[in-house]
């Protein structure tokens, strides 16, 4: 296995996506890997019509993720 130093980051938006950054590969729901050029939006309230990825529907939905 190819070993990797670089540090993967994963941000939260507040009331948004999860932003992940870094050199990692992306499995999608059929087991293949989604091509992406490094940093990715994942959709955390369900209403994105582009699963895995954030499409801005957590703005339309008022999406309110509960955290202070
Ligand atoms: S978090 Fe943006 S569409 Fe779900």
Do not use: Q
């Not at 939260?12 to 293949?32: H, Q, R, T």
């Not at 890997?33 to 959709?43: A, K, Q």
């Amino acid at each position: 296995m190819e070993k990797n130093d670089e540090k993967v980051l994963v941000k939260v938006f507040p009331d948004g996506p999860y932003e992940v950054k870094g050199n990692f590969s992306l499995i999608g729901k059929d087991g293949k890997e989604i091509p992406h050029d490094g940093t990715v939006h994942l959709c955390r309230c369900g209403a994105s019509k582009n699963k895995p990825f954030c499409d801005g529907a957590h703005r339309k939905i008022g999406f309110k993720d509960g955290a202070e």
